[in-house]
């Protein structure tokens, strides 16, 4: 059972770089997630998802974007990477009202 | 005020200690609680699952709901130097699209051989 399932588990990007994130979940769980966590600050969620086609903003969105287009996927996607976004990001999901189920994490540095 | 409370800690305890992590909140109307422990490096890991007051045991872990307080608690009996980790507390509301948890920031715990 693979649970929440994230790639790639570490990455360095230079500052103005793009890339994106992967999430896939095989739990059929229709809540999904991206949360950041620093140093101090906790977790942090960057957006969400509560079904495929269907996206929402969460407490710090900015230079993120997401898309659902499967049940089963949840791409993050950093449009021109700065230095502030060094961080580690985690994927979750969980059914409606459910218990949520985190991915193991992508340590991302931005140089 | 933050909604969710936590001491970060670091809390240092020799093994077989009874550990107590807590957490309050402000929102009258969260009605599930958790307790996620989180390894270094790892992602955080359900542990217990709670609803509304009262008390919940698996094993050498307790939880606690105390809503006329605000107040949960985790408690591990006999701690191990494999609890060494983070614990996150984590609450939600039952209302509708009530999807997203609020969470403390975590208590860094160290059981000592």
């Known amino acids: 059972n693979a649970g929440v399932t994230q790639t790639p588990k570490f990455q360095v990007l230079k500052t103005g770089q793009s890339m994106t994130l992967q999430c896939a979940q095989d739990?059929?769980?229709?809540?999904m997630s991206w949360y950041r966590q620093d140093p101090g600050m906790g977790l942090r969620l960057i957006h969400y998802s509560v079904g495929a086609g269907i996206t929402d903003q969460g407490e710090v969105p900015n230079g993120y974007n997401v898309s659902r287009s499967t049940t089963e996927d949840f791409p993050l996607r950093l449009l021109s990477a700065a230095p502030s976004q060094t961080s580690v990001y985690f994927c979750?999901?969980?059914?409606?009202?459910?218990?949520?189920?985190f991915g193991s994490g992508t340590q991302l540095s931005v140089l | 005020q933050k909604e969710v409370e936590q001491d970060p800690g670091p809390l240092s305890v020799p093994e077989g200690a009874i550990v107590s992590l807590n957490c309050t909140y402000s929102?009258?109307?969260?009605?599930?609680f958790m307790w996620y422990r989180q390894y270094s490096r790892k992602g955080p890991e359900l542990l217990m699952y709670?609803?509304?007051?009262g008390n919940k045991e698996d094993g050498r872990f307790t939880a606690q709901v105390d809503k006329s307080s605000k107040y949960i608690s985790l408690f591990i009996r006999d701690s191990q130097p494999s609890d060494s980790a983070t614990y996150l507390c984590?609450?939600?509301?039952?209302?509708?699209?009530?999807?997203?948890?609020?969470f403390g920031k975590g208590t860094k715990l160290s059981v000592i051989p």
């Open positions: 984590a609450m939600r509301d039952s209302g509708a699209g009530s999807y997203q948890l609020t």
């Open positions: 929102n009258s109307a969260f009605q599930y």
């Open positions: 709670t609803y509304s007051s």
């Open positions: 979750a999901s969980s059914s409606l009202k459910g218990k949520l189920f």
């Open positions: 739990m059929n769980h229709e809540y």
